[in-house]
């Protein structure tokens, strides 16, 4: 039962232009929601995250959107830029309700920015 | 401080062997994860320590795996009698209570032949 799903396994964006990556859960008891990007034979580093008591967070060119009614997450980086190229993952926990901040990850967006 | 540490990156092992994983977290960090990461998936929730204290683990943890985090510092993953099926990058985690942004570690890459 996959509970975080990113349905888009790879992006392709123009270099200066906006990337946009999509994340949907079903679980409603997750509570915080974080992006990790990872590059080849590296572990996750986290990125960016937020809470479900806010619909927004930035933090310079990345901004991620939450709408808990359609239980649905998005990732913008704004510009892009061919550094950002990496394997991104949602993950999401519910660490107030399940008594640990354990993370469930989605399967990735591989995003290619286009110099 | 230069984050989650595991050693080694890579191993590969042939089929029934036992295997053993070191992760050192960040040093003020008092909760650790270990997580698998399978070819086109992402991290999978493996076990969770508080300190010394194993408090979960996941159905993914056979029998065969096991974990250990003495005196609450480094942890160790060991496989027993490793299968191909093992074969994945287990990926290291750490964090502080309250905070859910947990940093990982390169990870360690096995190959079971």
């Known amino acids: 039962d996959q509970q975080v799903k990113q349905n888009s396994p790879s992006l392709s964006v123009q270099e200066g232009r906006i990337s946009i990556l999509n994340c949907d859960y079903t679980?409603?008891?997750?509570?915080?929601f974080l992006w990790y990007k990872k590059y080849p034979a590296e572990g996750p580093t986290f990125l960016i995250s937020i809470s479900s008591i806010k619909d927004k967070n930035e933090d310079g060119r990345f901004t991620v959107f939450l709408n808990k009614s359609a239980k649905h997450l998005s990732l913008h980086i704004v510009p892009s830029q061919p550094g950002d190229s990496a394997v991104y993952f949602c993950?999401?926990?519910?660490?107030?309700?399940?008594?640990?901040?354990?993370?469930?990850f989605g399967t990735g967006t591989r995003l290619t920015i286009i110099p | 401080d230069t984050g989650v540490s595991q050693d080694p990156r890579h191993k590969i092992t042939k089929r029934g062997q036992n295997v053993t994983f070191r992760c050192d977290p960040i040093?003020?960090?008092?909760?650790l994860y270990w997580y698998r990461q399978t070819l086109g998936q992402g991290p999978e929730f493996l076990t969770y320590f508080q300190n010394e204290a194993q408090l979960e683990k996941s159905r993914l943890l056979s029998d065969r795996f096991s974990a250990e985090r003495p005196k609450g510092s480094f942890s160790t993953l060991e496989i027993q009698r490793t299968e191909q099926g093992d074969s994945a990058m287990y990926l290291c985690a750490s964090s502080w209570t309250g905070d859910t942004e947990a940093f990982f570690g390169q990870g360690t890459r096995l190959t079971v032949v």
């Open positions: 040093s003020e960090h008092n909760r």
């Open positions: 679980n409603s008891m997750f509570d915080y």
């Open positions: 993950a999401a926990s519910g660490g107030k309700n399940f008594g640990n901040e354990k993370l469930t």
